[in-house]
Every structure is written in C-alpha cells, then in structure tokens.
C-alpha cells in the first residue's frame, strides 16, 4: 500500500471499480479504508518511538556533558 506525502496510507481504490456491482463491494471498500487507517495509526506510532527515542538521546547527551 503507497503511502502519501504526509504519511498516510492510502489504497488505489479504482482497483475496486471491476467489483462496483457486487453485492459485498461496499463492505470491501470498508475493509479497504480501515486498512489504511491502520496502516496510518501505525506509521505514526513508529514515527513517534523514533522521535521519543531521539528526544532520549538528546536528553542524554545533554546530561552526560552537564557531569
């Protein structure tokens, strides 16, 4: 799944127009959009760790040349 410039992810859904008239198209679209939201949540969440985990460092750093 591509993810966007602001680190979204996001399906192509006219990959789905050839099912547009199945009957279970609609709960497919769902199930698309909420593995995209997932995916999203957990970019962020990864994005996060590295940022607390820098934020870590810095702070270490900072301690270690305060001693």
Same mark, same amino acid.
């Given at each position: 799944?591509?993810?966007?410039?602001?680190? !979204? #992810?996001?399906?192509?859904?006219?990959?789905?127009?050839?099912?547009?008239?199945?009957? *279970?198209?609609?709960?497919? @679209?769902?199930?698309?959009?909420?593995? !995209? #939201?997932?995916?999203?949540?957990?970019?962020?969440?990864?994005?996060?760790?590295?940022? *607390?985990?820098?934020?870590? @460092?810095?702070?270490?750093?900072?301690?270690?040349?305060?001693?």
């Amino acid at each position: 799944m591509p993810i966007d410039n602001q680190g !979204e #992810a996001v399906y192509d859904h006219s990959k789905l127009t050839p099912n547009r008239h199945d009957e *279970d198209y609609p709960s497919l @679209v769902s199930q698309y959009r909420k593995a !995209e #939201a997932a995916w999203t949540q957990k970019i962020k969440d990864a994005a996060q760790a590295v940022d *607390d985990a820098d934020q870590g @460092v810095k702070l270490a750093r900072l301690l270690q040349q305060v001693a």
